[in-house]
């Protein structure tokens, strides 16, 4: 029966051989966009609760608190875009090299087109792809991080607590949120009740890549990327005019926002990067 132990040795090697190698093999090769946008990313739970930010009384511990909580839910939905461009990529260089792509990746693209809102030309495929990666792409973390302190009051909103709505979603539909109590008479509008605060996120910057009133911000972020530069928030912040009826007031308070946390920012993204595993 030694034999059988050798046999088994030597089909773990090759296994153990194998597998690095296959599983470094082309994404669009291999996997479908649900294993594409879950590998190796991090297991973040599901978080229905926002944490009572209104007994720190110590500004920068506040602030601290209120990031550390954040950034590794929007870390997480930015790894999830990340992986979805990087699929569109993929994609788009193959057919440019006139290489066939599998019908199941072709379903996989159009199934992404549509959640992004963009119609597929088969006769201009070029343009299909540029408006698409134009939305399919991430928002800088501090942007996020900021605009969430500004819209939920560093969390303490009625809005964040009760309907876990970090970014002041609006709703159209009766009883879909949380009415405004300063809502003006002929408005029927709701702020958005979500079931975690990842939804919330995650809707958020659905709605940054693919609402008409930011394609500005999109515009801009094309732009950086096409010059090889960094996505920088302050950059972006040009495009959020029509996030709030207070326009360019709005913008600038958010520049000064960006400006003053920013370090805080980077120091706890740092330390969420460092902690991660290898």
Known sequence: ??????????????????????????????????????????KIPMVTE??????????????????????????????????????????????????SVPSKQMKQLHALAKRYQVDLDS????????????RVDVVPETLVLVQAANESG??????????????????????????????RDGMNHEVRKFPSVNASVRSYLRNINTHPAYFELRRLREAKRASGADLRAIDLTPGLLSYSERGEDYVHELNAMIRVNRPIIVDMLQANSDSAPE
């Open 1 to 42: 029966m030694r034999w059988l132990g050798w046999l088994l040795a030597l089909i773990l090697v090759v296994v153990a051989a194998w597998l690095p190698t296959t599983m470094h093999r082309s994404e669009l090769e291999l996997m479908d966009t649900t294993t594409l946008v879950s590998l190796e990313l991090p």
């Open 50 to 99: 926002v944490p009572d930010f209104s007994v720190y009384m110590d500004v920068n511990e506040k602030k601290k608190a209120f990031f550390g909580f954040l950034a590794p839910l929007v870390q997480l939905e930015n790894s999830i875009i990340e992986r979805e461009r990087n699929f569109v990529l993929a994609v788009q260089e193959k057919l440019r090299r006139g290489q």
């Open 123 to 134: 006769d201009n495929m070029e343009e299909s792809f540029k408006v698409l990666l134009r």
């Open 154 to 183: 560093w969390g303490t909103s009625r809005f964040a607590r009760e309907g876990l709505n970090l970014f002041g979603q609006w709703c159209f539909s009766n009883g879909c949120g949380l009415v405004p109590d300063a809502r």
